[in-house]
């Protein structure tokens, strides 16, 4: 069983995709945790960084907002996770 990772990163103009394998320095962009919706839960949890899904190979996946995640980073520190994670 085989998981696609993707880093999608919305752009002024349009998105923009590469697979996480090409980014080693990256890591754990986005939860592995597909069984859990991707709504906001508020607070600094990292689902309060995503506004939408992407279907790759029949899971659903949240897409992190990169750009408020990095801007949030900068100002306060690492994001507050969850006991689940």
Do not use: N
Not at 15 to 28: A, D, N, P, Q, T
Not at 55 to 64: D, H, Y
């Amino acid at each position: 069983y085989q998981t696609a990772r993707i880093l999608v990163v919305q752009g002024e103009k349009e998105w923009f995709g590469l697979m996480v394998e090409e980014l080693l320095g990256i890591r754990h962009v986005w939860s592995d945790r597909v069984d859990k919706s991707a709504s906001k839960t508020g607070g600094d949890d990292w689902l309060g960084f995503s506004d939408q899904k992407i279907a790759i190979e029949g899971q659903v996946l949240p897409v992190l907002q990169l750009k408020k995640l990095v801007r949030m980073l900068e100002r306060h520190g690492k994001p507050v996770m969850d006991e689940t994670s």
